[in-house]
């Protein structure tokens, strides 16, 4: 029994120990969003073909950012900087959370076309482009689609033998093949309803030239899924009825009598002839104003000049 739980526990420990890389997406004025890496570091080391194990050895505090400055996208490995501090350096205010998936990048769900363009290149020793064409539309997802969360480049091309990287936040690397004959996928996320990519196929025959084509592919959103509420509430209120609860007007109302008001007093209503006393108007108490024929004979008062002797010239 010992032996078994020290089997099985090599046999987890690898998965519980495996480590994840933090990822930040930042632009300049706009801060940061972070989230967990969907390879752990070993798996970023294979993929991209580091032999010194950069990522694995790389410190927990360690912070793997894709930043867009001037419209162009840059890489590098913050190993200073706190999460809060990397989105103040970029203009956020500082709050930060990891989210499972990045929410900018996510294409909708819905009614997905793909297009593939005319190959460019080489005809190879006797095959015809019609072959890479007809390889693609057998491994390329179309119709009905609902991407996953997050979303993947390897969602693009139904095979599990294409290995994927992530290059950019918006942009992945399919490889598939081997030395001989290979294929490599370079897949861009333009928007929401959008994704466009080129494949390169390269065939290698001993004492020739590489055979080299180039294909180029879109995805293209029609109609975008409409949202479904996820509560179907007429089955809810089916599986719960409302109780059969009477309403209060359908109850006998009882026998209460009305309290009315205290009779009131016998109280004479005032009529429009008020019997308020009468209002008796006053006379001026002025002196009456005679008309103009009648006025007194009042002598003028002028006044008296006096005797001031005139100075001639």
């Not at 003028?300 to 005139?310: A, C, F, M, S, T």
Request: with cysteine.
């Amino acid at each position: 029994m010992k032996r078994l739980l020290v089997a099985l526990f090599l046999m987890i420990s690898p998965i519980i120990l495996a480590k994840k890389l933090i990822l930040a997406t930042c632009e300049m004025g706009n801060g940061c969003t972070f989230q967990l890496s969907e390879l752990d570091a070993t798996e970023y080391d294979i993929v991209d073909g580091n032999t010194e194990n950069y990522y694995a050895n790389l410190p927990e505090n360690a912070i793997v950012v894709d930043v867009k400055v001037d419209g162009n996208w840059e890489n590098y490995v913050e190993l200073e900087m706190s999460r809060s501090q990397l989105d103040k350096f970029y203009g956020g205010d500082g709050f930060t959370m990891i989210y499972p998936f990045n929410p900018n990048f996510q294409p909708l769900d819905g009614q997905w076309k793909i297009s593939i363009g005319t190959v460019v290149g080489d005809v190879c020793y006797g095959q015809t482009s019609n072959l890479f064409k007809s390889m693609l539309e057998g491994k390329s997802q179309s119709g009905i689609v609902t991407f996953p969360k997050p979303f993947h480049g390897r969602f693009l091309m139904n095979s599990s033998d294409v290995k994927w990287m992530r290059i950019r936040p918006n942009l992945y690397r399919g490889y598939f093949g081997n030395h001989a004959m290979n294929m490599v996928f370079i897949a861009e996320l333009k928007n929401e309803k959008l994704i466009e990519g080129l494949i390169t196929v390269t065939i290698r025959v001993p004492t020739k030239e590489d055979c080299i084509n180039k294909i180029p592919i879109s995805y293209t959103c029609v109609k975008p899924k409409e949202w479904e509420d996820p509560v179907d509430w007429d089955a809810l209120e089916n599986e719960n009825p409302k109780p059969n609860v009477p309403l209060i007007e359908n109850d006998p109302k009882p026998n209460v009598p009305l309290i009315e008001d205290d009779p009131k007093p016998n109280v004479p209503y005032l009529e429009d002839e008020d019997d308020l006393l009468p209002v008796v108007p006053k006379e001026d108490d002025l002196l009456p104003v005679e008309p103009k024929g009648n006025q007194p004979n009042v002598p003028r008062i002028e006044d008296p000049k006096p005797n001031v002797l005139r100075i001639e010239d």
